[in-house]
């Protein structure tokens, strides 16, 4: 019975030594977009994908001027 109660204690500890960690590894984020950019900051891109993004990027018009400049670069 010893043996029992020593493996189940073992066991009990082992879980919270876990759960303990896991927590330590936890982060709340205030809005989705700080939750996104810290995803983004932890993944790489696969360069295949990179490459079809730069192309794709490489296609776009340039920005429209807004407004102001507009104006004032007549």
């Known amino acids: 019975k010893m043996k029992q109660e020593s493996k189940q204690h073992s ?19 205030a809005t989705a977009e700080e939750l996104l950019r810290h995803d983004a900051e932890q993944t790489q891109v ?23 400049e507009r104006l004032l670069k007549r």
Do not use: G, H, M, Y
């Open 46 to 68: 696969p360069p295949v994908i990179a490459e079809r993004l730069t192309k794709s990027i490489q296609d776009l018009p340039p920005p429209s001027r807004t407004w102001w």
């Open 11 to 29: 066991r009990e500890q082992e879980q919270l030594t876990n759960a303990s960690s896991q927590q330590t590894n936890e982060r709340e984020f």
